[in-house]
């Protein structure tokens, strides 16, 4: 059914409690789960993003990746970390084209109103636009 699923992470309680997810449909399908962290452009405030902001957020990122990749492991589920830089819809997307991609499963704020309008969600961008299925995790009430 599944031969490589893509799970974007941001390192945010939202993305981790999608991390079982992936990680039990990988397994279960025998699929390779690729994961992906977006270091994020900030086009509207390009003076926020020095060096050091950056490599703070770079850090993040590899640490959210090499947690993912032990979690997996231990699991039995083949893993293939990645680190782009860009606009994270653009970059989720172009990634699911590039290694054919069968599904995506992503972490959800579920967020509603004005604070979704405000904010903007990624995870709507790709549930939107992407050409496989996405499986969309919500946090739970209590986090």
Do not use: Q, W
């Amino acid at each position: 059914m599944y031969d490589r699923i893509l799970l974007p992470t941001d390192g945010s309680d939202a993305s981790n409690r999608a991390v079982e997810e992936a990680i039990g449909l990988a397994e279960a399908t025998g699929a390779e789960l690729h994961v992906l962290f977006v270091v994020e452009d900030i086009p509207y405030a390009p003076e926020m993003m020095d060096d050091e902001v950056e490599a703070r957020i770079r850090n993040i990122g590899e640490d959210a990746l090499e947690e993912i990749r032990a979690r997996a492991d231990e699991a039995g589920v083949k893993v293939v970390t990645d680190l782009e830089e860009g606009a994270p819809h653009t970059a989720i997307l172009g990634y699911a084209d590039e290694a054919d991609i069968d599904a995506i499963v992503m972490g959800t704020h579920g967020r509603s109103g004005l604070d979704r309008y405000l904010l903007g969600s990624v995870t709507e961008r790709i549930v939107r636009t992407a050409d496989v299925p996405v499986l969309t995790v919500r946090m739970s009430s209590e986090e």
